[in-house]
Each structure stands twice: as structure tokens, then as C-alpha cells.
């Protein structure tokens, strides 16, 4: 069906590829995944590793017997493991396990200020509301511009820095955005914010399982202060996330979350915290999601994060480029350059709903997508074009259909073969566009 030629050789190393679901009609096929931007399938290596370190799993730093000395070894080598694959620094930098990214950038977010009414938080107009609603109630925050197609302004990020006149404590930016797969200039940004004596936090999650990350490149200005991500879009399940930054910055005060691990003396009347990263890691860890993440880090290593890249982005123009062609099919954001770009895909068609497509593509093809705004509402609002009296109505009207897009998002698994299902289906609902509407309850 398609006359490029691109061979796949990381399908097998991800379970689950071969899955078959029933279509309505009852005829079971292999499911076709394009949600990857929301959560990836785990690689065989993840759970072949999970079940080989299983017999020693056992508690960390506070048991002698030989199970937890094992576990306690490998829970703290798997920081310079991860540290290491996103280039932070070693000696000054430390890596905080958390639940996903959202705790990291909540985490980080009691720790900037020690008069937080005088500090200003950078956001942007594209974030993951977990990268803008943890800071709202804690500091002054203010919203980078974003262009007609949804880039982010570095003249308007200066021109910010210039009009807060050294009260931006921090930058925060999406590596890469989770509705228009734009990949931020975030060694420009960085710059940016450390000429005006700002710091940078990298919301990695969409950037960091796709491209290569260096988080200490050879210009100094352009060093990436806090990076966070999370296990769950890179093949390794089981609840694991990282905030990596400077560890000066955890040294002082006690941490979000305070108990078992935190400290090093407690008395009714004193007490004592532990040096980082230990004191922001309250209770029992997660030893199995770093072993699943630290697994992960190794089989994305061999097969080499350049070819990922370069690999995801022949899928994206492929499919982009055939997408252009299908008649009533609107894509948002850039539709012509993959250059700066992740594998997702953002589009609604005319007439129907963006969930309603959702359901057709799974009944009728088993393919999954996502829809809605992908806790990022006012990018979306912004790419939609809803004005604010639109929006006010959908407040007053909280059940109302909600605005909304289909998003397609690739992973190193992905073929041109699967692409070619989708696009042929998404001719089909547009060429029979009466019969799609009558047989599914479009809102």
C-alpha cells in the first residue's frame, strides 16, 4: 500500500505488538496502537529484568541481610545510570525518584523560593497543565506567547526576562509539546534565562524517551539545570519518574513529604534531615519501577536514540504527508517540517467529533488514539481558536461536548504498515461521512 520501504527492527523488542482485539463486526486483529504519548507497552527486556532482579528484591538502606544490600546497591547505581543518559552532572547534580512527572515538577515547586510572592515562574502558552497549575498557588506566574502554529516566542520569553527585571526565579518549558509534537529550542531558552539570571526546568516527558538529551552540552550557558520525566512513555512501566537538578537545591529546609527515609535523628522536639536525594524520598521506594526504568535506559542505549529519532520522523512526514491529501481532515500546528519534531500528530475531520473518530477507528480498525486536549486546554483552546466567551459557556455548561482533537502519537515500534490502516480508514470515514454519522452517536 505504500511505495516507501522502511524496515523495523525494534518491533520485537515490545511486548504485546501482536495483540488481536475484536472489531464490531466480531473479526479479531492486531491492535494498532498510536497512543504512545499518553503511555508506551513495556520493552521484553523491562519485564525479563523484573523477573531475573524478582528473588532479590528486599528493602533499601536500612536491611544487613544480603537481598537488601543488593537491592540498596542497585537502587543508587541506577541514578548515575539514568543521570548518565541524559548527561547531568555527576558530582553536583542528583536524581530524585518520584511517581511521574507531575510529582517531580509538584516537588520541585516547594523548593525555589524563600519569598515566593517576590519570585516569577516562566510558563508557557503550550504546557501540560502539570507543568503550569503546581506553580499557580505558590508564586506569580506568566505565560510565554506562542505563534499562529503554536510555537513558543523566544522574543517574547526576553522580552519577559527584560520586564520582570531579575524577579524570574524559573523557566519551565515542555521539551516537547504532547498536542503538537514541537520540540522547544531549549538550549536557546536556557541561555536566555541564565543571561537574565533564571534557571530552566525541562518538562522531558514527551522529549526524553524520542531524542537525545544532553543536559551539560559544551556551551555552559546552555546547561539544562532541572530535568523531569517519566518511566511510563518509555517502555517501562510501574510507576517511576526522575527530577534531576543541582543538589544544592534540596539541601536546605524539609521536604514536600516527610517520614520513613527522610531523616537522620528525630526527637519529640528535634529533627534531623537526611542529605538529598534520600530526604525527598519519603517511605518504601519503588525499587521495581527503577529496575523496569534502568532496564529501559539499557535497551534504548543499544538501539541508539539518534536512530529512534530518525526513525520516528520518516513516520511522521510519511504519515503527514499523506495526511494533507485526505479531504476534510484539518492537522494543527506545522504539517510541512518534522525537523523539530516528535511523532504526534494533532487533527480533527469536519462534521464529526473528535471522540466519535476515536470510536470508529477502534470498532471499525483497532487502532487507538487519543482525544480531547490532553491536559494542555489552553494550547488547545489557542490552536482551536475558542474565544473566551465560547469557553464561558462551556463552564456554565460542564457536560456539554467538550472541544477537542485526535491525536495520533508514534513509537519506535510503529510501521508504515499500521500508518497505511489508519490513513485508509480515515479516507473511508470521509468519503462515507453519512453513514459514519448515523451509525455512531456523534455529540
Not at 530552566?200 to 556551551?219: C, K, R, S, T, Y
Not at 512501566?237 to 537545591?249: H, Q
Amino acid at each position: 500500500m505504500n511505495s516507501v520501504t522502511m524496515e523495523n527492527n525494534y518491533r520485537d523488542l515490545v511486548i504485546g505488538t501482536d495483540t488481536k482485539i475484536p472489531l464490531s463486526n466480531g473479526k479479531l486483529v492486531p491492535v494498532v496502537n498510536f497512543d504512545n504519548a499518553a503511555t508506551t507497552p513495556p520493552f521484553k527486556s523491562v519485564m525479563e529484568e523484573l523477573n531475573s532482579f524478582a528473588p532479590w528484591y528486599s528493602s533499601i538502606h536500612r536491611g544487613k541481610g544480603l537481598k537488601s544490600q543488593i537491592s540498596s546497591e542497585f537502587y543508587d547505581n541506577a541514578r548515575k545510570i539514568i543521570m548518565s543518559f541524559v548527561g547531568a552532572n555527576l558530582e553536583s547534580d542528583t536524581a530524585i525518584f518520584v511517581k511521574n512527572t507531575t510529582e517531580a515538577i509538584n516537588k520541585l515547586s516547594f523548593r525555589l523560593c524563600t519569598n515566593n510572592k517576590r519570585c516569577v515562574i516562566l510558563s508557557t502558552n503550550m504546557e501540560h497543565h502539570s507543568n503550569d497549575l503546581p506553580w499557580r498557588d505558590k508564586y506569580r506566574v506568566d505565560y510565554i506567547a506562542t505563534n499562529a502554529s503554536g510555537k513558543l516566542s523566544l522574543s517574547d520569553l526576553e522580552n519577559k526576562l527584560k520586564k520582570y527585571d531579575g524577579f524570574v526565579k524559573l523557566v519551565t518549558v515542555s521539551g516537547a509539546s504532547n498536542v503538537t509534537g514541537y520540540i522547544n529550542p531549549i538550549y536557546k531558552v536556557a541561555e536566555l534565562a541564565h543571561k537574565y539570571n533564571a534557571k530552566i526546568l525541562v518538562d522531558g516527558a514527551q522529549l526524553v524517551p524520542h531524542v537525545p538529551v544532553n543536559m551539560n552540552p559544551e556551551n555552559y550557558s546552555h546547561h539544562i539545570d532541572y530535568l523531569a520525566f517519566s518511566a511510563h512513555k518509555m517502555y517501562a512501566p510501574f510507576g517511576i519518574g526522575v527530577l534531576i537538578g543541582p543538589k544544592e537545591t534540596f539541601k536546605s529546609g524539609p521536604p514536600d513529604y516527610s517520614g520513613g527515609g527522610t531523616v537522620q535523628i528525630v526527637t519529640h522536639q528535634f529533627v534531623s534531615w537526611n542529605d538529598p536525594p534520600d530526604k525527598e524520598e519519603a517511605g518504601s521506594p519503588n525499587l521495581m519501577g527503577v529496575v523496569a526504568l534502568a532496564a529501559s535506559i539499557a535497551t534504548l542505549t543499544n538501539v541508539g536514540m539518534g536512530k529512534i529519532d530518525k526513525y520516528e520522523k520518516q513516520l511522521t512526514r510519511y504519515t503527514l504527508n499523506r495526511l494533507r491529501d485526505i479531504d476534510g481532515v484539518e492537522i494543527y500546528g506545522d504539517s510541512i517540517d518534522c525537523s523539530e519534531k516528535v511523532g504526534i500528530i494533532p487533527f480533527n475531520i469536519d462534521g464529526f467529533h473528535h471522540n466519535t473518530i476515536a470510536e470508529i477507528l477502534s470498532y471499525e480498525a483497532a487502532i487507538a488514539v487519543r482525544t480531547g486536549c490532553f491536559c494542555a486546554q489552553p494550547y488547545v483552546q489557542n490552536l482551536l481558536n475558542i474565544s473566551e466567551e465560547a469557553m464561558k459557556s462551556y463552564i456554565a455548561n460542564p457536560k456539554s461536548p467538550r472541544p477537542g482533537m485526535v491525536r495520533v502519537s508514534f513509537g519506535l515500534y510503529n510501521t508504515l504498515q499500521e500508518i497505511d490502516i489508519l490513513l485508509h480508514m480515515l479516507k473511508k470515514i470521509t468519503c462515507n461521512k453519512n453513514y459514519y454519522l448515523s451509525k455512531y452517536n456523534n455529540p
